[in-house]
C-alpha cells in the first residue's frame, strides 16, 4: 500500500474511513469551540478537500531523507547527527539527501520574525507553573480524546507503563527548550529538538508504512499532515483558550506572538504551510476543523489516558508527592476536559479544587501586577521560577532525548 500511495495522487485513493466516522461526538465537542470561531467557522469545499487530502499526505522531505538511510543506505546515521547538531556544512561530503533536507529546514521562511519569536517566548514563559498542567491534562490528556492519532503511538510502547513517565519529561524537554530565550535560533535545543522530533516521526511513519499490519482503509497514512496539523493545534491554540480559563491574562499581542511562535515551531516539524495558525483566530478555524471529522475516543484512548495519570506516582521524592500529584492532574483535567470527558477517557473526575486555587493568583498577577509599571518583567520573572520548581519538582531533571533512529 505504502507503494501505491508513493505513485498515485490523493484524489485515486479512498478517503480513510475514520474521516467524520463519529459525528455525534464531533458536534458534541466542538460546539464550545464553534461559539469563539465565527461566523465563517465552517470549512469550505477547497478545506474539505485538504482534510481529506492531508489524512493520506506525509512529510515527503523527511520521509525522502529517511528512505536515504534505510533503503539507498546513502545516508548514515552518524551523518545525519552531526548535520542536526552541528549544521550540514559540517559534513564532508554530505549526500544529497541529506544537504536537501537540511537545506530546507535551515532556510526559515520569509515571514519569521525575531522580534515575534522572543516576544512569544516571553509571553509563554509568563505561564509557568501552569504550564506544565496544560501540557499535560490539556494537550496530552486532551489530545487522546480522540482515537484519531493515537495507534502509531501506542505501537510504540512509549507512552505506556513506566516509559509514560519519561515520554511526558522528554514532551517537556522539547516544549520549554522551544520557550526559552532564543530558543529557535539554528544553534538553540529548541530547534534542534523540533526538528528531531520531525525526523523521528517519518523513521515511525516508514515503519508503519511497511507494516503489513496497518489498515490503510480505516487510518489512512500512518504520520500523516491531518493529524500533525491536529497536534500542532493541542499545543497552540487549545493551550490559549484553556489558560485564560485558568485565570491567565493573555493579550491580544501575546497571543499573535505565541501563535507566530508556534507556526515556525509547525513549519520546523514539516506542518503543510496551510494549517499553521498564524494567528489566534485561524488557529480556532483550524482545530474546528479537525475535530468536526475526528473520531471519538476507543480502547488506545483509555489506554493511554490511564497511563499518563498513573505515570504521576513516578515524580521524584517520597510517595505522597506521587499521591497528591495525582489528584491534582485529576482536579486539573476534570477542570479542562469536563466530567464527559473523563468518563470517555475512562477516568475518575474530581472536584476543580486545584483550578480554584490557581485561578486568584493568576488573576492578581497577570490581570493585575501585569498592567502596572514594570509589572510585566514581573510576571515573567514569577512565571521562570514557578516553570523550574515545577520542573525540579515533576521531573527532578529532564531526560536526555534518544538518538535519532
Same mark, same amino acid.
Given at each position: 500500500?505504502?507503494?501505491?500511495?508513493?505513485?498515485?495522487?490523493?484524489?485515486?485513493?479512498?478517503?480513510?474511513?475514520?474521516?467524520?466516522?463519529?459525528?455525534?461526538?464531533?458536534?458534541?465537542?466542538?460546539?464550545?469551540?464553534?461559539?469563539?470561531?465565527?461566523?465563517?467557522?465552517?470549512?469550505?469545499?477547497?478545506?474539505?478537500?485538504?482534510?481529506?487530502?492531508?489524512?493520506?499526505?506525509?512529510?515527503?522531505?523527511?520521509?525522502?531523507?529517511?528512505?536515504?538511510?534505510?533503503?539507498?543506505?546513502?545516508?548514515?546515521?552518524?551523518?545525519?547527527?552531526?548535520?542536526?547538531?552541528?549544521?550540514?556544512?559540517?559534513?564532508?561530503?554530505?549526500?544529497?539527501?541529506?544537504?536537501?533536507?537540511?537545506?530546507?529546514?535551515?532556510?526559515?521562511?520569509?515571514?519569521?520574525?525575531?522580534?515575534?519569536?522572543?516576544?512569544?517566548?516571553?509571553?509563554?514563559?509568563?505561564?509557568?507553573?501552569?504550564?506544565?498542567?496544560?501540557?499535560?491534562?490539556?494537550?496530552?490528556?486532551?489530545?487522546?480524546?480522540?482515537?484519531?492519532?493515537?495507534?502509531?503511538?501506542?505501537?510504540?510502547?512509549?507512552?505506556?507503563?513506566?516509559?509514560?513517565?519519561?515520554?511526558?519529561?522528554?514532551?517537556?524537554?522539547?516544549?520549554?527548550?522551544?520557550?526559552?530565550?532564543?530558543?529557535?535560533?539554528?544553534?538553540?535545543?529548541?530547534?534542534?529538538?523540533?526538528?528531531?522530533?520531525?525526523?523521528?516521526?517519518?523513521?515511525?511513519?516508514?515503519?508503519?508504512?511497511?507494516?503489513?499490519?496497518?489498515?490503510?482503509?480505516?487510518?489512512?497514512?500512518?504520520?500523516?499532515?491531518?493529524?500533525?496539523?491536529?497536534?500542532?493545534?493541542?499545543?497552540?491554540?487549545?493551550?490559549?483558550?484553556?489558560?485564560?480559563?485558568?485565570?491567565?491574562?493573555?493579550?491580544?499581542?501575546?497571543?499573535?506572538?505565541?501563535?507566530?511562535?508556534?507556526?515556525?515551531?509547525?513549519?520546523?516539524?514539516?506542518?503543510?504551510?496551510?494549517?499553521?495558525?498564524?494567528?489566534?483566530?485561524?488557529?480556532?478555524?483550524?482545530?474546528?476543523?479537525?475535530?468536526?471529522?475526528?473520531?471519538?475516543?476507543?480502547?488506545?484512548?483509555?489506554?493511554?489516558?490511564?497511563?499518563?495519570?498513573?505515570?504521576?506516582?513516578?515524580?521524584?521524592?517520597?510517595?505522597?508527592?506521587?499521591?497528591?500529584?495525582?489528584?491534582?492532574?485529576?482536579?486539573?483535567?476534570?477542570?479542562?476536559?469536563? !466530567? =464527559? @470527558?473523563? *468518563?470517555?477517557?475512562?477516568?475518575?473526575? &474530581?472536584?476543580?479544587?486545584?483550578?480554584?486555587?490557581? /485561578? #486568584? +493568583?493568576?488573576?492578581?498577577?497577570?490581570?493585575?501586577?501585569?498592567?502596572?509599571?514594570?509589572?510585566?518583567?514581573?510576571?515573567? !520573572? =514569577? @512565571?521562570? *521560577?514557578?516553570?523550574?520548581?515545577?520542573? &525540579?519538582?515533576?521531573?527532578?531533571?529532564?531526560?536526555? /532525548? #534518544? +538518538?535519532?533512529?
Amino acid at each position: 500500500m505504502a507503494d501505491v500511495l508513493r505513485n498515485a495522487t490523493v484524489e485515486s485513493v479512498a478517503t480513510p474511513t475514520r474521516f467524520g466516522a463519529d459525528p455525534e461526538w464531533s458536534r458534541r465537542v466542538t460546539w464550545p469551540l464553534r461559539l469563539v470561531t465565527g461566523r465563517d467557522a465552517e470549512p469550505t469545499r477547497e478545506e474539505l478537500d485538504r482534510l481529506r487530502a492531508g489524512l493520506l499526505r506525509r512529510d515527503e522531505a523527511a520521509h525522502d531523507l529517511v528512505r536515504a538511510v534505510r533503503e539507498e543506505h546513502s545516508v548514515t546515521m552518524p551523518q545525519l547527527r552531526q548535520a542536526l547538531e552541528h549544521g550540514i556544512e559540517t559534513v564532508p561530503d554530505a549526500p544529497a539527501a541529506l544537504r536537501d533536507f537540511f537545506e530546507l529546514v535551515e532556510s526559515r521562511p520569509d515571514w519569521v520574525d525575531d522580534a515575534l519569536l522572543d516576544r512569544g517566548a516571553r509571553a509563554m514563559q509568563k505561564i509557568g507553573w501552569d504550564g506544565f498542567d496544560l501540557l499535560t491534562w490539556g494537550s496530552l490528556l486532551g489530545g487522546y480524546r480522540s482515537a484519531a492519532a493515537l495507534e502509531p503511538l501506542v505501537r510504540s510502547g512509549r507512552l505506556l507503563g513506566s516509559g509514560a513517565a519519561r515520554r511526558t519529561a522528554e514532551t517537556s524537554r522539547w516544549f520549554l527548550a522551544c520557550i526559552e530565550d532564543g530558543g529557535l535560533r539554528r544553534e538553540a535545543e529548541g530547534w534542534r529538538l523540533s526538528v528531531h522530533v520531525r525526523v523521528m516521526h517519518a523513521f515511525v511513519n516508514y515503519q508503519l508504512e511497511h507494516d503489513p499490519t496497518w489498515d490503510w482503509t480505516l487510518r489512512g497514512t500512518p504520520i500523516n499532515q491531518y493529524d500533525q496539523a491536529s497536534t500542532l493545534a493541542v499545543f497552540s491554540t487549545t493551550p490559549l483558550l484553556q489558560a485564560r480559563l485558568l485565570g491567565l491574562r493573555i493579550s491580544r499581542r501575546d497571543s499573535a506572538a505565541i501563535m507566530h511562535l508556534w507556526s515556525y515551531i509547525g513549519w520546523l516539524m514539516g506542518v503543510d504551510d496551510h494549517w499553521l495558525p498564524h494567528t489566534e483566530q485561524a488557529g480556532r478555524r483550524i482545530i474546528y476543523h479537525l475535530l468536526s471529522f475526528d473520531p471519538g475516543p476507543d480502547d488506545n484512548s483509555r489506554m493511554l489516558a490511564r497511563a499518563l495519570v498513573d505515570s504521576q506516582a513516578d515524580v521524584p521524592g517520597p510517595r505522597w508527592r506521587g499521591v497528591l500529584a495525582r489528584e491534582v492532574g485529576l482536579s486539573t483535567a476534570t477542570f479542562l476536559n469536563g !466530567r =464527559r @470527558g473523563m *468518563r470517555e477517557l475512562g477516568l475518575p473526575a &474530581r472536584p476543580p479544587w486545584y483550578p480554584a486555587l490557581r /485561578v #486568584p +493568583a493568576n488573576v492578581f498577577w497577570t490581570h493585575l501586577v501585569g498592567r502596572l509599571p514594570g509589572g510585566e518583567e514581573l510576571v515573567v !520573572r =514569577r @512565571g521562570r *521560577r514557578g516553570r523550574d520548581r515545577r520542573v &525540579r519538582l515533576q521531573h527532578g531533571r529532564l531526560v536526555d /532525548v #534518544p +538518538a535519532v533512529g
